[in-house]
Each structure stands twice: as C-alpha cells, then as structure tokens.
Nanobody
C-alpha cells in the first residue's frame, strides 16, 4: 500500500556529510501526513531523528539540531535527510518512516528497510 525505499548510507569520516533518500510510493487511497527518519545504533533502541509534515513543519532530535536537515521533493515523492558534521555517535541504521491516512482504513504507519551509516573517528 505504501512502500519506502532508503538509500544513501555509507562510510564517512567524522565531520563529513551524507544525504539519505527515501523514495515513497503509495496507492491513490493514501495521503501522507508525516515523513520521518529514525535510527538504531548497536545495542540501543530505535530513536527519533527528524520528521516533516505535509505542511512543511519539521522537527529534530536535540543531538542533530543544526547538523541534519530533513526535506521533501514532492515532484518525485522523495524525502531527504542531509547529514552534516557527522559524529561517530551518529553511526546507526537509519530508517524512513511514513504516517499516512487511508480513505477508509484510517491512519497507518510504514517503515523502510533501513540504510547503514557508519562514521569513523
């Protein structure tokens, strides 16, 4: 119904940058309310990183404020996470998240498969 495909992860040195992409596809019965990024570091719970609403309002976890930027390209249904000034503690699997509304099923949540980001010191 809603499919999310992440890309852009990789290995980068501390202080470097990466841009993650999340390509979304959906049926005509869905409208997307919020797109977001979460991450899971080794041995830790998955945590919120950033989100953006259909109205363009964005929100960030405190540790990434000023370094990460979430944006959307409505023309190709893609959500981006620009990651600058990366730190070793940013190392994690990053997951794309979608909160959508179905015409009669109501609010539903979807997740991408994840993309690995590794930041070396």
């Amino acid at each position: 119904q809603v499919q999310l495909v992440e890309s852009g992860g990789g290995l980068v040195q501390a202080g470097g940058s990466l841009r993650l992409s999340c390509a979304a596809s959906r049926s005509k019965f869905f409208s997307i309310n919020t797109m977001g990024w979460y991450r899971r570091a080794p041995g830790k719970q998955r945590e919120f990183v950033a989100s953006i609403t259909s109205g363009g309002s964005s929100n960030y976890e405190d540790s990434v404020k000023g370094r990460f930027t979430i944006s959307t390209d409505n023309a190709n249904n893609t959500t981006y996470l620009q990651m600058n000034s990366l730190k070793p503690e940013d190392t994690a699997v990053y997951y794309c998240n979608c909160n959508a509304f179905h015409s009669w099923r109501g609010h539903l949540e979807y997740w991408g498969q994840g993309t690995q980001v590794t930041v070396s010191s």
